[in-house]
Each structure stands twice: as structure tokens, then as C-alpha cells.
């Protein structure tokens, strides 16, 4: 059985994105580095079926939602595999890139665990069989 929580946005609960794809994500209220999520509890308890709120890095945020999951699915135009939203400005993306380092910097610390991260920016078009199969910028 697949879980409620599966193919749907974190953030806004609707199809179509994910959490680091929504335009409707908002930071965590308590450490400020994640983003909060929107969950359904899927365990078999008293509270089945309960929405809540949590944070993406963790930190212990918890907040049940009084709001029921709306119906009525929305889309969005395209796609992205960017961290960023197409209203984000340079300034925020470094930010973003900065708590994300912090985050991964406390994580290796407080659990002691060596994190290796692979990260490509590129600015515009690049055209790889122009070069040779090389990347020169």
C-alpha cells in the first residue's frame, strides 16, 4: 500500500511538485534552516488520518493542522529541479545555500558522520559538443 504522504508536495499537499519545488514553502518557525512540512500520521493510532506540521531539518517543530487536505487539485504550469522558487533572487539563493551548508555542518558535528555533497551552478546555457565534450567557462 502506498502511504498517503507519497507523490504529493510536502508543503502544500498537492501533486504535480515537491517540497523544495513549491512556491508556497515558508522556512521552519523554530530553527529557520528547514522548511515546514505538511504530513498526514499514517500509523494506526488514535490519530490516523490527522494532519500536521513538522520541520524538514528535524529541529523538533510539531504543530497539528486544523485545516482538512482541500480536494480540488491544483496545478502548476512546468517543472524545476531548482531549490529555487522563479521569484527568488540571488540574495536569497545564497542564503538558502548558506543554511543548507550550516545544517549539513551541525548534522556531521552532532552525529559524528562524515557528508559528502556533489553541487553544480551553472549560470545560463552551457553547450557541452561545442566544447569537445568539456565544459570551459
Request: proline content about 4%; some cysteine.
Amino acid at each position: 500500500m502506498i502511504g498517503k504522504n507519497r507523490g504529493i508536495c510536502h508543503s502544500c499537499r498537492q501533486p504535480g511538485h515537491y517540497l523544495l519545488e513549491c512556491p508556497r514553502k515558508r522556512r521552519c518557525p523554530v530553527c529557520g534552516e528547514g522548511f515546514v512540512k505538511w504530513m498526514e500520521v499514517e500509523k494506526k493510532t488514535v490519530n490516523i488520518g490527522k494532519l500536521f506540521f513538522c520541520c524538514s531539518s528535524d529541529c523538533g517543530f510539531f504543530k497539528w493542522s486544523d485545516v482538512a487536505p482541500k480536494k480540488e487539485i491544483v496545478m502548476y504550469e512546468g517543472e524545476s529541479s531548482c531549490i529555487c522558487s522563479a521569484k527568488s533572487t540571488p540574495k536569497n539563493d545564497v542564503e538558502d545555500f548558506s543554511r543548507m551548508f550550516k545544517s549539513l555542518a551541525r548534522i556531521s558535528e552532532e552525529k559524528n558522520v562524515e557528508i559528502s555533497l556533489n553541487l553544480t551552478i551553472r549560470k545560463g546555457k552551457s553547450n557541452v559538443e561545442e566544447n569537445g565534450g568539456e565544459n570551459r567557462h
